[in-house]
């Protein structure tokens, strides 16, 4: 049974004679057992944090069938893995749900990109490592579908970007530079300086590793900030209608008031000339009792 991670937190400060520059590392392990844990870390300079991450490969696994043309990626050691964008078909939809397998479509001869996330559920919340990985199916007869665990993709100068991210290392998106803008799958930056969201993240794992052109990103966030505007625009008609429908109800109901108000005078009227009438009548006839009229002839 594989043990909790343990995070060992180590910040190494060094003074020399010689240099005075302080030199920071942080160290992020996880114990499982007896199993052995490898890091790979990205040089840093200056007074900076130094990260050590986990490979891919000590949390995923993978087999690729040539018959079939698929690449199944497992999660080792209880992990789950989460889908966050790719370039290649795959059997689950980038999203924040975990999966104990994702089974991916690679095109014979041509290089995909697959971000993926492995999470570690600790106490009731996830731990995640990300990764950018790259997967080929090479041309040769024989030759099945694989990814390399071992290295991290790294982006051309000229198209940068990666995996980023945020609430706790909780949810995660894909973010690239172009002109300098973000261009991030995450809809929290929406509007914020500096950022333009893409809602596909496929696309900009496309973008990555150089199968659509910056003017196809630029488009997709134009027409998403289109979209948006026009949703806002459509919320705003929708409000005025409600106002207005709720202005008409009220003058509906002032109209029906009246109308209560003119029915009951027309009835207190109608009331008090019958009532008149009646008087008339009655006196009418009193004149006529008294002095009474005789037909003609008569004696």
């Known amino acids: 049974m594989p043990c909790l991670f343990k995070y060992i937190f180590a910040i190494l400060n060094e003074q020399t004679p010689h240099n005075r520059q302080g030199?920071?590392?942080?160290?992020?392990?996880?114990?499982?057992?007896?199993?052995?844990?490898?890091?790979?870390?990205?040089?840093?300079?200056?007074?900076?944090w130094k990260e050590c991450t986990m490979r891919a490969s000590e949390f995923i696994a993978y087999s690729g069938d040539?018959?079939?043309?698929?690449?199944?990626?497992?999660?080792?050691?209880?992990?789950r893995l989460k889908l966050i964008g790719s370039t290649l078909p795959a059997s689950v939809v980038s999203c924040d749900d975990h999966h104990e397998a994702i089974t991916i479509a690679p095109e014979k001869g041509k290089a995909g990109l697959v971000a993926l996330a492995s999470g570690h559920l600790i106490k009731g919340s996830w731990s995640h490592n990300c990764y950018l990985l790259e997967v080929r199916w090479?041309?040769?007869?024989?030759?099945?579908?694989?990814?390399?665990?071992?290295?991290?993709w790294q982006p051309s100068a000229d198209r940068l970007g990666g995996i980023v991210s945020y609430d706790n290392n909780q949810y995660h998106c894909?973010?690239?530079?172009?002109?300098?803008?973000?261009?991030?799958?995450?809809?929290?930056?929406?509007?914020?300086?500096?950022y333009r969201y893409v809602p596909d993240p496929n696309l900009l794992c496309r973008y990555l590793i150089g199968e659509v052109d910056k003017e196809t990103v630029i488009a997709?966030?134009?027409?998403?900030a289109e979209e948006e505007t026009a949703r806002d625009q459509l919320k705003r008609l929708q409000e005025d209608l409600r106002v207005?429908?709720?202005?008409?109800?009220?003058?509906?109901?002032q109209m029906g008031n009246q109308r209560k108000v003119l029915w009951n005078w027309l009835i207190e009227l109608h009331v008090a000339?019958?009532?008149?009438?009646?008087?008339?009548?009655?006196?009418?006839?009193?004149?006529?009792?008294?002095?009474?009229i005789k037909p003609e002839g008569s004696k």
Request: charged letters at 25%; proline letters at 4%.
């Open 66 to 79: 040539a018959t079939k043309g698929t690449l199944c990626l497992e999660g080792k050691l209880s992990s």
């Open 174 to 194: 894909i973010q690239v530079m172009i002109d300098s803008d973000w261009f991030t799958s995450n809809r929290r930056m929406q509007g914020k300086p500096g």
């Open 220 to 224: 997709a966030a134009s027409e998403q």
């Open 244 to 253: 207005a429908h709720g202005s008409c109800t009220l003058l509906e109901e």
């Open 138 to 152: 090479e041309l040769e007869d024989g030759k099945r579908p694989s990814v390399d665990l071992k290295q991290v």
């Open 273 to 292: 000339v019958n009532s008149s009438w009646r008087v008339r009548q009655q006196r009418i006839r009193q004149v006529l009792n008294e002095f009474p």
């Open 23 to 48: 030199v920071k590392i942080l160290l992020e392990a996880a114990a499982y057992g007896r199993a052995e844990l490898s890091f790979s870390c990205r040089p840093h300079r200056g007074d900076q």
